[in-house]
């Protein structure tokens, strides 16, 4: 009888080790898959996988792809002077389709003014009133003036090194708030919550003034485009830092409310691109040696 008992005992103590062995090996075959999927992000719906799998195009001459460079991700900072301001027929006046402050002389890239309007709009529904332009694009003479004319050198960068050369560039203000509480009012507050929405980053975040070069500018804001901002948005980067990644990475892909694109990195190559086949796509130089294309 006592023989039996250990017999039973024995098989009990053997099948739950058995039992131990599978449910361990069923965790260890789950982080080993898991492991390699993407990571998944709640907010505004947005998957990014790393690093993007594609078949690439046989490289193509810049001035064949039937595509200009947008310039949206183009770096300008300390580092890196802007390579060319765009002509007067490339900008369109600020006035009337948004508040300015002044009527005479506030350009901005039309792609610029088209998110600024539709934020502003966004903005009034919200109930969030008097934002109004102060600043759009700037002439390397202007700054020349503004630079060397006593203005603080945490908020104002050198002549040739500054957003505003672009027309992507926009300072925005509040009526009846002074520039340095417009980050704690419910205008400067709200416009750093939504602006990315529209297409537009907050560029000088507090906290980034190592990586920017420039004090916390709650009022300046740059135009890279909606899908670009939500992922510096989503993850916190400013520009410097997104190009980075995106250099490191050689690729990602995000899925953005049910849509799939691909943001990749190519190293300007004698003028030539490697392109994703058979999928659309905008470029744009990041005036560090290469470009970021966009597709989808």
């Not at 989503?234 to 953005?256: A, M, N, P, T």
């Amino acid at each position: 009888m006592a023989s039996r008992k250990k017999i039973r005992a024995y098989r009990i103590e053997k099948t739950l080790l058995f039992l131990m062995v599978m449910v361990m090996g069923v965790c260890a075959a789950y982080m080993i898959i898991t492991a390699n999927e993407p990571i998944t992000r709640d907010a505004d719906s947005i998957i990014i996988t790393s690093p993007a799998r594609i078949e690439p195009q046989a490289a193509t001459a810049l001035a064949n792809t039937g595509f200009t460079d947008t310039g949206y991700l183009a770096l300008v900072n300390h580092n890196h002077a802007v390579r060319a301001q765009p002509s007067h027929d490339m900008l369109v006046s600020a006035w009337p389709t948004v508040a300015v402050s002044r009527v005479d002389g506030m350009y901005l890239h039309p792609s610029a003014l088209r998110a600024v309007s539709e934020l502003f709009a966004s903005a009034q529904a919200a109930g969030v009133e008097g934002l109004f332009v102060t600043s759009g694009f700037r002439g390397v003479e202007h700054q020349a003036q503004l630079y060397n004319g006593g203005a603080n050198g945490n908020f104002v960068m050198p002549p040739g090194h500054s957003e505003h050369h672009t027309g992507l560039a926009v300072d925005i203000m509040a009526m009846g708030i002074g520039q340095f509480e417009f980050g704690d009012s419910a205008q400067g507050q709200w416009l750093g919550a939504n602006s990315y929405r529209y297409g537009l980053i907050l560029r000088y975040p507090e906290g980034a003034e190592h990586i920017t070069g420039i004090a916390f500018e709650p009022w300046h804001f740059r135009y890279v485009g909606r899908v670009h901002a939500y992922i510096m948005r989503r993850e916190g980067l400013v520009l410097e830092e997104y190009i980075q990644l995106i250099k490191d990475e050689g690729s990602i892909q995000i899925e953005k409310n049910g849509k799939s694109y691909l943001i990749l990195f190519q190293a300007d190559q004698n003028d030539t691109i490697n392109l994703p086949a058979g999928m659309e796509f905008t470029i744009s130089s990041t005036n560090t040696a290469g470009y970021i294309v966009k597709a989808w």
